[in-house]
Nanobody
């Protein structure tokens, strides 16, 4: 059974930090890019950050560059997202997802490429 278990959401004041974790199981971790997506009320879901655990390549949305860091612990099949200098506009439900890598280890980090979704975790940033 495929599982993407997300944890670490919560309530934080603006300027604060949170760390999200995504523990993957039920599929070959190295064959996928693992990423974080978010959906705020009334907005479309967007790719926030993704990583290819097998190659280490990362992607960040412009809105989080310099504030968020993604990395993987391949021994634990877990991907982490450190979110710092959080802003109220970061408030959303955050989802962990897995996208099958394409040729040369490519991936899109958007909804169209996702094969597996985890349940969301709420992140709320108060002003």
């Amino acid at each position: 059974e495929v599982q993407l278990q997300a944890s670490g959401g919560g309530l934080v004041q603006a300027g604060g930090s949170l760390r999200l974790s995504c523990a993957a199981s039920g599929f070959t971790f190295d064959d996928y890019a693992i990423g974080w997506f978010r959906q705020a009320p009334g907005k479309e879901r967007e790719g926030v950050s993704c990583i290819s655990p097998s190659e280490g390549g990362t992607y960040y949305a412009d809105s989080v560059k310099g504030r968020f860091t993604i990395w993987s612990d391949n021994a634990k099949n877990t991907v982490y997202l450190q979110m710092s200098t959080l802003k109220p506009e970061d408030t959303a439900v955050y989802y962990c997802a897995a996208e099958l890598l394409g040729d040369g280890g490519s991936y899109y980090c958007d909804d169209s490429g996702v094969h597996f979704w985890g349940k969301g975790t709420q992140v709320t940033v108060s002003s």
